[in-house]
């Protein structure tokens, strides 16, 4: 993915920053859940306990926020029939590809 198709998708999300939200923090929000979505992993919100579920310790998303931002990524994780097993799509694949290898998101997407 070349930096003008990531700035171009992300550009077309829904996103309103403003205040205390950054491009930074969003991206690295997307960073994480994809990372865990190609790992299989889960936030449940219920604390179930279930294998693939990622404890409250390692992060700090509300369930609502993690929700949120599964939408705004709907476009790079399939589920079928659930989203405890959820998988990336060729466009999340790309999208956390090109979030691992740029640092300076916030420069890329102002420029």
Same mark, same amino acid.
């Given at each position: 993915?070349?930096?003008?198709?990531?700035?171009?998708w992300?550009?077309?999300?829904?996103?309103?920053?403003?205040?205390?939200?950054?491009?930074?923090?969003?991206?690295?929000?997307?960073?994480?859940?994809?990372?865990?979505?190609?790992?299989?992993?889960?936030?449940?919100?219920?604390?179930?306990? =279930?294998?693939?579920? $990622?404890? !409250?310790?390692?992060? %700090?998303?509300?369930?609502? +926020?993690?929700?949120?931002?599964?939408?705004?990524?709907?476009?790079?994780?399939?589920?079928?029939?659930?989203?405890?097993?959820?998988?990336l799509?060729? =466009?999340?694949?790309e $999208?956390? !590809?090109?979030?691992? %290898?740029?640092?300076?998101? +916030?420069?890329?997407?102002?420029?």
């Amino acid at each position: 993915m070349t930096t003008e198709e990531f700035k171009d998708w992300y550009n077309d999300l829904p996103l309103l920053i403003y205040g205390e939200i950054s491009d930074k923090q969003v991206c690295s929000a997307f960073k994480q859940i994809l990372t865990w979505k190609s790992e299989g992993r889960f936030i449940s919100g219920q604390g179930s306990g =279930k294998e693939n579920d $990622i404890p !409250d310790s390692e992060h %700090n998303f509300t369930t609502t +926020e993690y929700w949120l931002y599964l939408g705004l990524l709907s476009e790079c994780i399939d589920y079928g029939s659930s989203p405890r097993g959820a998988w990336l799509t060729n =466009k999340g694949k790309e $999208i956390l !590809d090109f979030l691992n %290898n740029n640092k300076n998101i +916030e420069e890329i997407i102002e420029n």
